[in-house]
């Protein structure tokens, strides 16, 4: 498995119209919180999947990853859930691969790229 290349658009916008649109007249609002609530969030998450790497617990690491990858594509951060994605199914079998590692970091790399993105939403 890899990480997610290039062609893996950052950022999908039509996620948050989708967002926008379920809430109604609270969109905006609605929005600015779920991109504040991932960020803390996500920020807890992997100093729990940095953690967890350096434990070899490649369980938790597979459920850290599979949860970062579902919130992050609601708020249309595709690179960031596809990262998290290849990482879930590299550790899913409770170990880690040679790849492991590059994966990992891969996510981290992403979420730190996916930062402006949030903060322009809150």
């Known amino acids: 498995m890899t990480s997610p290349t290039a062609e893996t658009p950052l950022f999908d916008p039509a996620a948050i119209e989708k967002l926008r ?29 940095k953690r967890d790497c350096e434990r070899s617990d490649w369980k938790h690491v597979t459920r850290i990853a599979h949860s970062l990858k579902s919130s992050s594509a609601t708020l249309g951060l595709m690179r960031l859930s596809a990262a998290c ?3 879930e199914l590299d550790t899913k079998n409770g170990v880690s691969s040679p790849q492991t590692a590059a994966l990992s970091a891969a996510v981290f790399k992403e979420f730190e790229e996916a ?3 949030l903060l322009g939403l809150s």
């Open 115 to 117: 930062k402006p993105t």
């Open 85 to 87: 994605k290849a990482l």
């Open 21 to 49: 649109a379920v809430a109604g007249d609270q969109g905006a609002g609605f929005v600015a919180e779920m991109a504040q609530l991932f960020l803390d969030e996500a920020t807890k998450s992997l100093d729990e999947l």
